[in-house]
């Protein structure tokens, strides 16, 4: 009996001095770890805006202060391509040109999206059906769209022309037109564009508790009344990122459809400064000049951006003001 003891005291003495062995080891508290774990799950995304968004942008700032030329030779001009930039009228017409751009496109965007979110969020048979098809242009390639476009308007075979003879109206040139180049291509953008923002007015929408439009019916709200103060005050986020993406969309996007539809013209009607800066960099040469006029860019969407925050996060659209 005494040498089963000594033999369960032995055992008790060796447990005893691993335990405080073992629980030495360091180990990372919860906090810690759900911050490693964030970190992972960030990292392919920060790693990727890093390489292709951050280093380029810095590498435009640097080179816009030199002058390149198409042999790959640098120059130090200093503010030189500002300055050029400030007296090019070419520049600031392309500029007032995405001004107007801008101003048309992204309400009409808006609205088109937001009227056809509430509309496919309705249950109604074949639903799905609609929101796919509605969705479809955005998954086609821009070129792919351009060129169709091109063609559907096209002022002698054109079937929007071919459509309007047939009901005994004049056709016109709609892609040959100052007047008309930049509206159609306004509205081939929202044709492209408004079914990605219905999907996420969609998903929008179907956060909002039906609670609230329970009570709103027993109080005999109308539609309108419905709308106006529970699913306006209620979608401010999503309508934050859809007039914040849609506006930089519009500033910086397009090129394809402009290039292909009517490569800037007709007198340079459509040449927007994206369109301008690509013509200045890769037609020309210009690329410490393609530079400045891409930072001075960035620089006026990071004040609409800015300012749409200021609207949207402050308060005025939940308050109706």
Known sequence: MSSVAAQENRRA?????????????P????????????????????????????????FSIVLSFFQVSGFGSYEWIGL??????????????SMKITGEYVVILVPVLFCVSLGLGLLVKQKLPGMGAYRTALFLPYVISLVVVGVLWKFMLDEQT?????????????????????????????AVTVWVMMGYYMIIFLAGLQEIPKEFYEAAKLDGAG???????????LLRPTSFFVLLMSTVAAI???LDLIFVLTNGGPANGTSLAIFYIYQQ???????????????????????LSAVIFKLTRGGRFDDGE
């Open 13 to 25: 003495t060796v447990a005893t001095t691993r335990t405080p062995a073992s629980s030495d080891r």
């Open 27 to 58: 180990r990372l508290s919860r906090k810690h770890r759900e911050w490693l774990a964030a970190g992972l799950f960030l990292a392919p995304d920060v790693l990727g805006l890093l390489i292709f968004v951050a280093i380029p942008m810095v």
């Open 80 to 93: 030189g391509n500002y300055r050029r930039m400030m007296n090019d009228p070419l520049f600031w017409d």
């Open 158 to 186: 054109g079937v929007v022309n071919r459509a309007m003879r047939a009901a005994g109206f004049d056709g016109k040139s709609w892609l040959g037109s100052p007047s008309l180049a930049l509206g159609c291509l306004i």
């Open 223 to 233: 539609p309108w009344t419905t709308f106006r103060t529970i699913t306006w005050p």
């Open 252 to 254: 910086t996007g397009g």
């Open 281 to 303: 960099a890769f037609g020309f040469g210009e690329y410490g000049y393609a530079s400045a006029m891409g930072s001075f860019l960035v620089l006026i969407m990071v004040v």
